[in-house]
């Protein structure tokens, strides 16, 4: 009998003009918005610079940080924060090169992993924020957040602004880069810590587990139309963009978790480019700049 039941509460909604213009669903609209706007201008540095498994390892990096702060009482974004931003710095003194990077990023995910398991055995009592923090809970965003979420956002751009130029060069073709004076590793790790940021703002949208939904998948999808960064960056923050606004609709039309609606058009959104771009251009995908 319970399957019918679960099932039953999937489905049109009548009630769901006055679902999506609540209050709580203004505040998820414009929280994603943010996190999409961050990843957007993200997007391409961590898909050329091959860092999107540490983008992936870093959101499970920042689940210790937030069951430990469910554990303490502090707020759950704090928590997030010091451990994504503690696993980035780690992750870039520790790992200059693509495998150095690879085993230095599995080594601190499965430090990182193995203090979740122990916060998660101390925090059972608060189960629902442990399923929060796996699966994301939009409609939950506060008013605080919000704010946190505004000054993340125009911090990054604000650090993009000035060192966009010099982090395309190095991100492209990091040995000419420092041959010419340019400081490599001072830009990838003020580039990771930019990315732990965005990383602790979209596991509070997406969750720890459909991270890449916001964070990967629609700079991917941008990659494969324009290899060009400033276009790259407008695409994926579009897409990201409607995948948040149109993925609240469809989820209060139809009573469907938001996280995942979000997360299915971002994959739709990007078969359809790399399908399209390779009908067009003859099957490869571009991956530098044109």
């Known amino acids: 009998m319970r399957g019918p039941v679960v099932l039953a509460r999937i489905g049109y909604q009548p009630n769901w003009p006055d679902v999506f213009s609540a209050g709580f669903m203004r505040s998820a609209m414009i929280g994603g918005v943010l996190v999409?706007?961050?990843?957007?201008?993200?997007?391409?540095?961590v898909i050329v610079r091959q860092h999107a498994?540490?983008?992936?390892?870093?959101?499970?990096?920042?689940?210790?940080?937030?069951?430990?702060?469910?554990?303490?009482?502090?707020?759950?974004?704090?928590?997030?924060?010091?451990f994504c931003v503690g696993g980035a710095l780690a992750i870039s003194l520790l790992g200059k090169r693509l495998a150095e990077r690879e085993i230095a990023t599995g080594t601190v995910l499965a430090l990182a992993t193995?203090?979740?398991?122990?916060?998660?055995?101390?925090?059972?009592?608060?189960?629902?924020?442990?399923?929060?923090?796996?699966?994301?809970?939009?409609?939950?965003?506060?008013?605080?957040?919000?704010?946190?979420?505004?000054?993340?956002?125009?911090?990054?751009?604000?650090?993009?602004?000035?060192?966009?130029?010099?982090?395309?060069?190095?991100?492209?073709?990091?040995?000419?880069?420092?041959?010419?004076?340019?400081?490599?590793?001072?830009?990838?790790?003020?580039?990771?810590?930019?990315?732990?940021?965005?990383?602790?703002?979209?596991?509070?949208?997406?969750?720890?587990l459909l991270l890449f939904g916001l964070v990967v998948t629609p700079a991917a999808a941008a990659l494969a139309i324009t290899a060009r960064p400033a276009m790259v960056a407008v695409?994926?923050?579009?897409?990201?963009?409607?995948?948040?606004?149109?993925?609240?609709?469809?989820?209060?039309?139809?009573?469907?978790?938001?996280?995942f609606v979000i997360v299915t058009l971002s994959f739709l959104i990007w078969l359809a480019a790399i399908i399209v771009w390779r009908d067009r251009q003859g099957g490869e995908v571009p991956t530098s700049i044109a």
């Open 235 to 259: 695409l994926s923050t579009v897409f990201g963009v409607v995948c948040v606004l149109v993925g609240l609709l469809l989820a209060a039309m139809f009573n469907l978790p938001p996280s």
């Open 53 to 82: 498994f540490a983008a992936h390892a870093l959101a499970h990096i920042g689940f210790p940080g937030a069951t430990g702060a469910i554990l303490i009482g502090v707020p759950v974004t704090l928590g997030l924060a010091v």
């Open 114 to 208: 193995g203090l979740g398991v122990l916060f998660n055995s101390m925090t059972t009592r608060n189960a629902n924020s442990v399923t929060n923090v796996l699966f994301g809970n939009l409609l939950a965003i506060s008013t605080q957040q919000l704010w946190t979420f505004g000054l993340f956002t125009v911090g990054l751009a604000v650090v993009l602004a000035v060192v966009s130029r010099p982090l395309v060069f190095a991100s492209v073709n990091p040995e000419v880069a420092e041959a010419r004076g340019v400081p490599v590793r001072f830009l990838g790790a003020v580039f990771m810590v930019a990315l732990a940021l965005v990383i602790t703002m979209a596991v509070q949208v997406v969750g720890t």
């Open 36 to 45: 999409a706007l961050a990843a957007g201008l993200l997007g391409y540095f």
